[in-house]
Nanobody, 119 residues
Framework: QVRLVESGGGLVQPGGSQRLSCTAS????????MGWYRQAPGNQRDLVAS???????TYVESVKDRFTISRDNAENTIYLQMNNLKPEDTAVYYC?????????????WGQGTQVTVSS
């Protein structure tokens, strides 16, 4: 069984910073592209940022120059450093990973972590 466990999140003031972490756990798996999605109330779940195993990153336009995604392949962990947070960044943030395990590829999701940007 492969699981994604997120940490970080919470309440932060506008202009503040926060870091999210997500670790894939289990045995005998390989994590390829990993990323973060977010979903605000009443909205669909949208991609925020992703990172390949070799470190190539992509970002949604609204977070470029404010958010940075990184990963530690040895620890099967990704991070999302969020700076200059805005109220519109408020959402539940979900970690996702494309994982090869027991002969097949599958997308896994974390349970989500709430990020609230408010004064």
């Amino acid at each position: 069984q492969v699981r994604l466990v997120e940490s970080g999140g919470g309440l932060v003031q506008p202009g503040g910073s926060q870091r999210l972490s997500c670790t894939a756990s289990g045995s005998s798996f390989v994590a390829f592209t990993m990323g973060w999605y977010r979903q605000a109330p009443g909205n669909q779940r949208d991609l925020v940022a992703s990172i390949t195993r070799s470190g190539t990153t992509t970002y949604v336009e609204s977070v470029k120059d404010r958010f940075t995604i990184s990963r530690d392949n040895a620890e099967n962990t990704i991070y999302l450093q969020m700076n200059n947070l805005k109220p519109e960044d408020t959402a539940v943030y979900y970690c996702t990973a494309n994982i090869f395990w027991r002969g097949s590829y599958r997308d896994y999701w974390g349970q989500g972590t709430q990020v609230t940007v408010s004064s």
